[in-house]
């Protein structure tokens, strides 16, 4: 087993700790300039440092390499929000107005996420793998960490039963309106986001507590 306070001490091991992520931000500014169909390992490679074999260590292919950098951007966001999920002892409805005030905070106006999300617009009618991937990987938890927190509600009497359980996206629709409206408006009619955050938990709320 590899000592970490080797890997501290030896600028060698360090080096090779730190390759992956070098290569993950070296891949999202290239897909960011590019896009993924123009973008090629070749450049990746060539802006990390290293040499295109050296990426085939770590990711299998570009595809994988792309799925594995939007997980990396959007792996602390969803790590905060299911850890709310996890340890949370109150009412189900504070628990929702955590984890929406932390997206609205930390994820809504993460730019990086933004581009990635941007990215995968655009990339998706040429490249359903990918849209197939992120939907496996990253959407499709968080979709299923919402339906728990729902289903906790219902099973504590506080939300009324509804359909909502399996559609649970219409919940967070607005959260993806806020990313079209900022990409295509925010420098001429910008959100003001505490105010939107505000009315989206009150339709929430209001369309889930019992009465």
């Known amino acids: 087993m590899t000592d970490l306070a080797e890997v501290r001490t030896d600028p060698r091991r360090r080096r090779k ?68 999920f996890a340890t949370h002892e109150g009412s189900t409805a504070d628990l929702l107005r955590a984890q929406f005030s932390f997206m609205y905070q930390h994820i809504v106006e993460d730019r990086r996420r933004r581009e990635v999300v941007r990215m995968l617009i655009a990339e998706a009618p040429r490249f359903p793998e990918l849209a197939d991937r992120y939907h496996q990987e990253i959407l499709r938890p968080c979709l299923d ?26 919940i967070i629709a607005p959260l993806a309106l806020v990313d079209l409206w900022m990409m295509m408006f925010d420098d001429r009619q910008p959100l003001d986001l505490k105010a939107y955050f505000n009315a989206h938990l009150d339709l929430v709320l209001n369309g889930l507590l019992t009465k």
Request: hydrophobic letters at 40%; charged letters at 25%; glycine letters at 8%.
């Open 17 to 84: 700790a730190e390759r992956p992520g070098e290569i993950l931000e070296a891949a999202f500014v290239e897909f960011s300039r590019n896009g993924y169909a123009s973008t090629t390992l070749d450049q990746i490679a060539e802006r990390a440092g290293v040499t295109k074999g050296t990426i085939y260590v770590y990711f299998e292919n570009k595809e994988h390499l792309f799925i594995s950098m939007v997980r990396e951007i959007t792996k602390a966001g969803f790590d905060a929000v299911h850890g709310m």
């Open 145 to 170: 960490m919402l339906r728990q927190a729902l289903q906790r509600g219902m099973d504590r009497g506080e939300f009324r039963k509804s359909s909502i359980i399996n559609s649970p996206q219409v």
